[in-house]
Each structure stands twice: as C-alpha cells, then as structure tokens.
C-alpha cells in the first residue's frame, strides 16, 4: 500500500488558488521523522521541490515559490496541505507528495515514499 495520496481539483481556473492534500497512511505526521514534501513536474520538464513541512511543524518553501505557497497540516486526519496562490497556465503540472527522513537539498530527489501524483491543469 502506497503510504502517500494526493487528492484536489484536476483543473483550476487561473487567477485562483490551488489546494491538494495529502493524506498520508501508516506514519504518523508528528511521530514519524519526516518532511512531508510537495514537488511538481511539469509536461517535459524535470521535477521542482516545492517545499516541506518537517515532523516538528517547520516548513520549508522555494523560494520562487515562496509567495504564493503555504503549508499546513491536520494532524488527526494524518493529512498535509499545499496551497497554491494566483496560479496560472505556467503551474500545470503533476504535483506529487513525498516524504524523506532528511531536509536534503531541492535538487535531490531521492524520496522514501512518493504519492501516485495528481495532474493539475490550469485553464480557464
């Protein structure tokens, strides 16, 4: 069993904001020493960390990203959130959920557990 799922829209018009959720199943959020990351990758382009919720609630953004990103989480529904601001065409993408035991750096991708991915589109 997949230890990780997205779940959100499929298609989000431009302008607004996008909220996936991962839910995450047989770790525990806090319990479990890991940074519960969002990444993307767009149609022909490599994978973008996005950022990280760490174990303890420290989150970690790109900081191209920054401004427009914010992380949470529900502790008792074991789930954690990406949302994503004033999103346009350039943010179509699939976005995946991941989890390591190591902040890393961005550009590693080596991940412990990864979601399936979800294909978000942005299209009015």
């Known amino acids: 069993q997949v230890p990780l799922q997205e779940s959100g829209p499929g298609l989000v018009t431009p302008s607004q904001t996008l909220s996936l959720t991962c839910t995450v199943s047989?770790?525990?959020?806090?319990?479990?020493?890991?940074?519960w990351t969002w990444l993307r990758q767009p149609l022909g382009k490599g994978l973008e960390w996005m950022g990280a919720?760490?174990?303890?609630?420290?989150?970690l953004y790109s900081p191209s990203l920054r401004s427009r990103t914010s992380f949470s989480w529900d502790t008792a529904k074991n789930q954690f959130t990406l949302q994503l601001s004033s999103v346009t065409p350039e943010d179509t993408a699939v976005y995946y959920c991941?989890?390591?035991?190591?902040?890393?750096?961005?550009?590693?991708?080596?991940?412990?557990?990864w979601g399936q991915g979800i294909q978000v589109t942005v299209s009015s």
């Open positions: 047989g770790l525990s959020l806090t319990r479990s020493a890991y940074f």
């Open positions: 991941a989890a390591r035991g190591v902040v890393g750096v961005p550009e590693d991708f080596e991940y412990d557990f």
């Open positions: 919720i760490g174990y303890n609630g420290t989150t």
